[in-house]
């Protein structure tokens, strides 16, 4: 058959790692598509050692790919949202088919790229842009397609993960460890993206779309980054028997979805507390198989290529099928698509962390117990630690029960304006992650 020729659209970390994999893996990936992929045009605006481009077709105008005739796949790995856009909508009405490892640009104008796709009879592959390596996007699309999935939760963002991690375990500094996740090839062009939870919330749009088949819905979620998690708090939940990840949570309630990301307590015992350093993990609870848990590298040059190259191949196979009868986009028939509304995030309930400050004089904590206690809150644990003899004030740390938002806004509001709270009060939300 004849060969599948690839052009591939920026030649970065994930680029050349992309070019790598197809060519050294060659021989296996043309025994598993049936037939042979090449790379043939390569568009970058400069060249990157790490991939040996010799012999291949290379051009500054990353838009000379897009217009080749002898391309059949477009590979856009420039990321951006802006000419990446561009790219692929005129590869898409062109009739190629396209590969691409672009969060930003699926979560934020993938419907309308869908749309356009679906109507030239086109596929747009997307397994790289959530999770890097793991085949998370098959695994939810395909693999769990017998289920109603109940929720989705993952630690998503490796730059994130790996602050975190560096944080609790060596004490390190939060910009110290930016730096070095910056250097190892893991953080966004901006890490803004990664800190604050925008990357993460890129994905998990994409992956609440699969997973409940709602329209791509980003400018819904709610997105709370890492920066203001300290040292103390890291300890202090460890102490308690819990972890804080930065955790993309998606779950299907009767009033509507959860899509929201944020630094999450998670109890030490469960498996995707453990995921440290760079690495991502997904879990998925549904209901007929129950919880699954996906756990792989979430970035870099090859990992995210694994994801890429598979793409190619299955874009390979459905060249010669009927695009009716294609695996869809977001896993459900664009036709069945559901309109259930995003919850805003004072709707949603959660378990707590909290850390107030208090000056230590008799009664603080009775007023602050029956402040919870009139706005329905439960206390499930609580820790006071000793008192810091140069300012005499006192940590209060509590673990609460499950609570509407709403309800524990309203109670922390008139905690704060108590005379013996200094400050405002830490809150971090806690998951118990067992359907
Ligand atoms: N900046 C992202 C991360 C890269 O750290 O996970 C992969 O999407």
Same mark, same amino acid.
């Given at each position: 058959?004849?060969?599948?020729?690839?052009?591939?659209?920026?030649?970065?970390?994930?680029?050349?790692?992309?070019?790598?994999?197809?060519?050294?893996?060659?021989?296996?990936?043309?025994?598993?598509?049936?037939?042979?992929?090449?790379?043939?045009?390569?568009?970058?605006?400069?060249?990157?050692?790490?991939?040996?481009?010799?012999?291949?077709?290379?051009?500054?105008?990353?838009?000379?790919?897009?217009?080749?005739?002898?391309?059949?796949?477009?590979?856009?790995?420039?990321?951006?949202?802006?000419?990446?856009?561009?790219?692929?909508?005129?590869?898409?009405?062109?009739?190629?088919?396209?590969?691409?490892?672009?969060?930003?640009?699926?979560?934020?104008?993938?419907?309308?790229?869908?749309?356009?796709?679906?109507?030239?009879?086109?596929?747009?592959? =997307?397994?790289?842009?959530?999770?890097?390596?793991?085949?998370?996007?098959?695994?939810?699309?395909?693999?769990?397609?017998?289920?109603?999935?109940?929720?989705?939760?993952?630690?998503?963002?490796?730059?994130?993960?790996?602050?975190?991690?560096?944080?609790?375990?060596?004490?390190?500094? =939060?910009?110290?460890?930016?730096?070095?996740?910056?250097?190892?090839?893991?953080?966004?062009?901006?890490?803004?993206?990664?800190?604050?939870?925008?990357?993460?919330?890129?994905?998990?749009?994409?992956?609440?779309?699969?997973?409940?088949?709602?329209?791509?819905?980003?400018?819904?979620?709610?997105?709370?980054?890492?920066?203001?998690?300290?040292?103390?708090?890291?300890?202090?939940?460890?102490?308690?028997?819990?972890?804080?990840?930065?955790?993309?949570?998606?779950?299907?309630?009767?009033?509507?979805?959860?899509?929201?990301?944020?630094?999450?307590?998670?109890?030490?015992?469960?498996?995707?507390?453990?995921?440290?350093?760079?690495?991502?993990?997904?879990?998925?609870?549904?209901?007929?198989?129950?919880?699954?848990?996906?756990?792989?590298?979430?970035?870099?040059?090859?990992?995210?290529?694994?994801?890429?190259?598979?793409?190619?191949?299955?874009?390979?196979?459905?060249?010669?099928?009927?695009?009716?009868?294609?695996?869809?986009?977001?896993?459900?028939?664009?036709?069945?698509?559901?309109?259930?509304?995003?919850?805003?995030?004072?709707?949603?309930?959660?378990?707590?962390?909290?850390?107030?400050?208090?000056?230590?004089?008799?009664?603080?904590?009775?007023?602050?117990?029956?402040?919870?206690?009139?706005?329905?809150?439960?206390?499930?644990?609580?820790?006071?630690?000793?008192?810091?003899?140069?300012?005499?004030?006192?940590?209060?740390?509590?673990?609460?029960?499950?609570?509407?938002?709403?309800?524990?806004?309203?109670?922390?509001?008139?905690?704060?304006?108590?005379?013996?709270?200094?400050?405002?009060?830490?809150?971090?939300?806690?998951?118990?992650?067992?359907?």
């Amino acid at each position: 058959m004849k060969p599948v020729n690839v052009g591939i659209v920026g030649l970065g970390t994930v680029g050349s790692g992309t070019f790598n994999v197809l060519t050294r893996n060659a021989e296996d990936i043309t025994r598993r598509a049936g037939r042979a992929i090449q790379v043939t045009h390569v568009g970058a605006r400069r060249d990157n050692p790490a991939a040996d481009t010799s012999g291949v077709k290379v051009s500054r105008d990353v838009a000379d790919v897009v217009a080749d005739p002898n391309v059949d796949v477009i590979v856009e790995l420039i990321g951006g949202t802006t000419l990446a856009k561009d790219l692929v909508l005129a590869a898409i009405a062109s009739g190629k088919h396209v590969v691409t490892a672009n969060k930003a640009l699926i979560a934020e104008y993938g419907n309308e790229i869908f749309a356009a796709a679906e109507a030239k009879g086109v596929n747009v592959a =997307f397994e790289a842009a959530v999770a890097g390596g793991i085949p998370i996007i098959k695994a939810i699309r395909e693999g769990l397609s017998a289920n109603q999935i109940q929720w989705v939760a993952g630690i998503i963002n490796g730059t994130g993960n790996f602050i975190l991690t560096e944080m609790k375990e060596k004490g390190r500094d =939060f910009a110290d460890v930016l730096a070095e996740a910056q250097a190892l090839g893991y953080a966004e062009a901006d890490p803004t993206f990664d800190v604050e939870g925008i990357d993460a919330a890129h994905k998990l749009t994409i992956l609440a779309s699969v997973a409940f088949g709602i329209p791509l819905q980003f400018d819904k979620a709610y997105t709370e980054g890492i920066s203001k998690i300290t040292a103390e708090d890291v300890s202090y939940a460890d102490e308690l028997g819990y972890s804080i990840k930065h955790l993309g949570m998606t779950r299907k309630t009767d009033a509507g979805i959860e899509l929201r990301v944020h630094p999450t307590l998670i109890h030490k015992s469960r498996l995707i507390a453990n995921v440290n350093g760079v690495m991502n993990a997904v879990m998925a609870m549904s209901d007929a198989v129950g919880p699954t848990l996906y756990y792989g590298p979430g970035a870099g040059a090859e990992p995210t290529a694994s994801s890429v190259v598979a793409d190619i191949v299955d874009v390979a196979r459905t060249l010669t099928t009927d695009p009716d009868n294609r695996v869809p986009h977001l896993a459900f028939n664009p036709n069945s698509l559901s309109d259930t509304p995003i919850l805003p995030i004072d709707q949603i309930g959660t378990a707590y962390y909290l850390r107030i400050t208090a000056k230590d004089t008799p009664g603080v904590m009775a007023k602050v117990a029956t402040i919870l206690s009139d706005s329905g809150i439960n206390i499930e644990s609580l820790l006071q630690k000793e008192v810091d003899v140069a300012n005499g004030q006192v940590p209060i740390i509590m673990i609460t029960r499950q609570v509407k938002e709403q309800s524990m806004n309203v109670a922390l509001e008139k905690i704060e304006i108590q005379e013996e709270v200094v400050g405002s009060v830490m809150r971090i939300r806690l998951e118990q992650l067992d359907g």
